[in-house]
């Protein structure tokens, strides 16, 4: 044997900076990507196994004979991949079913949160929709509900006021727009201040603290226009101050995995914490339970050589000696979107100028929605590209990554030219 077979599950820009990352391990000879897009598959082996066939990638992955398994979206862990392949004795790195309720369910999540005595929004649940609107009513104040199940991030509400999160729990519980869902919703106090997102690698009981990132959820500059999977991220934000890494470890991850552990359901893999900053603290949005999207780009850019070390450390439950290795001190990525994205984003678009950027130093296009057709590459999904550079600065990163941009181009591509705008200038 040469050299190890990894297999990444998944087909965005978050599986291509995983793979990009995996392919350049001195211990890896060939990634394989299920079912991967077309820019993955000119750095690794494309099958075409949808993410979510969990029957498919086991029996893809034993019969690769690969020795670990890195999954990239929530959906396959949430219904329990890591379990199927671990039972076939497989490695994955990922969390388990039981663990992965920490994303999979919100009202999990709250209670966790409750358990461990972690900062975050005051709450309700409620299975009964007239039980919700009399909460609402008799809260008269702005409230966030979220659906309790996976939404693909279209199932939370923040209301302005009673009306709307009426309206929110009314298509949630009653319309049941989200399906089963919205059967159960979480109803919380609404904070406000900067949002920033932190990520760590845990192994059940250890982590590997990896780092702070800011993600640009709404489409247009300046954060107006509707709400998308993500614009764009940089790392790290300034907002996240020593102090408050140290709060999201102590007063989060600790607790978080310690509880986990207690219930019998220890948490490994990727821990994505969605935080608030408020009033100099830190409070808990969410927790994913797998890299985030664009921020794994921008985290995936600045590691420092070998990653598959951290991912096998997770899967085999021991990071002892495991230690966070950053080389770029800062990155930005950049989305490109399709015309029409997020409503209805449109596809076949003819993308034009990758091969001038594939030389920019410090600059690398991760493709998401992207398919090869006659040679030539088009738009086949909502996020296109997340451009993604490094430098020593945060402004030397947004102008490579924004330099790039301009050289990419397709019918109807949009674009935020501020991404970053919380920071730049500063370093
Ligand atoms: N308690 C809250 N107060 C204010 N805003 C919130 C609150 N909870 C969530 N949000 C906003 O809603 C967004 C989505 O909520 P989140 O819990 O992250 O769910 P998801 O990412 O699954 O849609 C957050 O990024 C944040 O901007
Ligand atoms: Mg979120």
Redesign the pocket.
């Known amino acids: 044997m040469t050299g190890k077979k990894v297999l990444v599950v998944g087909s965005g820009a978050r599986e291509h900076a995983l793979a990009w990352k995996l392919a350049q391990s001195p211990s890896v000879h060939e990634v394989i990507v299920a079912p991967g897009n077309a820019g993955i598959a000119g750095i690794a082996r494309c099958v075409a196994t949808a993410a979510d066939d969990v029957r498919g990638i086991v029996a893809l992955a034993r019969g690769e004979q690969v020795s670990l398994v890195v999954v990239g979206p929530e959906a396959p862990l949430v219904v329990g991949l890591v379990d199927a392949l671990n039972e076939a004795g497989i490695a994955a790195f990922g969390p388990s079913r039981e663990a992965a309720r920490l994303e999979g369910s919100?009202a999990f999540a709250k209670e966790i949160m409750r358990e461990a005595n972690v900062p975050t929004?005051g709450f309700a649940v409620f299975d009964d929709a007239d039980a919700a609107e009399a909460y609402v009513r008799e809260a008269n104040r702005p409230l966030?509900v979220?659906a309790d199940g996976l939404?693909a991030?279209?199932?939370?509400v923040?209301a302005k006021d009673t009306d709307e999160a009426l309206e929110a729990v009314r298509v949630m519980m009653r319309e049941r727009i989200h399906g089963e869902a919205g059967a159960r919703v979480v109803i919380?106090?609404?904070?406000?201040g900067p949002?920033v997102s932190y990520h760590v690698v845990c192994d059940g009981t250890r982590y590997v603290p990896l780092a702070a990132a800011q993600d640009h959820?709404r489409l247009r500059d300046g954060d107006q226009g509707p709400?998308t999977g993500g614009m764009g991220a940089y790392s790290p934000p300034p907002v996240v101050t020593a102090t408050i890494e140290r709060a999201i470890l102590s007063r989060v991850v600790e607790p978080v995995l310690a509880t986990m552990t207690a219930r019998g359901t220890p948490f490994r893999g990727a821990l994505f914490v969605?935080i608030?900053i408020v009033d100099g603290a830190p409070a808990v949005?969410?927790f994913?339970v797998r890299f985030g999207d664009p921020e794994t780009e921008v985290l995936m850019a600045r590691w420092k050589g070998d990653v598959l070390p951290l991912f096998e450390a997770s899967a085999r439950g021991d990071l002892t000696g495991v230690m966070p290795s950053w080389e770029a001190p800062h990155a930005l990525a950049v989305v490109l979107a399709a015309e029409g994205y997020p409503t209805a984003p449109t596809k076949g678009a003819r993308i034009h100028g990758l091969d001038a950027i594939e030389d920019a130093p410090g600059v690398v296009a991760f493709h998401a929605g992207t398919r090869e057709r006659g040679g030539a590459i088009e738009v086949a999904g909502g996020r296109v590209l997340a451009i993604t550079a490094v430098g020593s600065s945060l402004d030397e990163a947004a102008s490579r990554a924004y330099a790039a941009c301009d050289r990419v181009h397709f019918e109807g591509m949009q674009l935020r030219r501020d991404i970053g705008w919380q920071a730049r200038g500063s370093s």
């Open positions: 919100k929004a966030v979220k939404c991030g279209k199932g939370v923040v919380e106090e609404c904070l406000l949002e959820k709400n969605g608030m949005l969410e994913n």
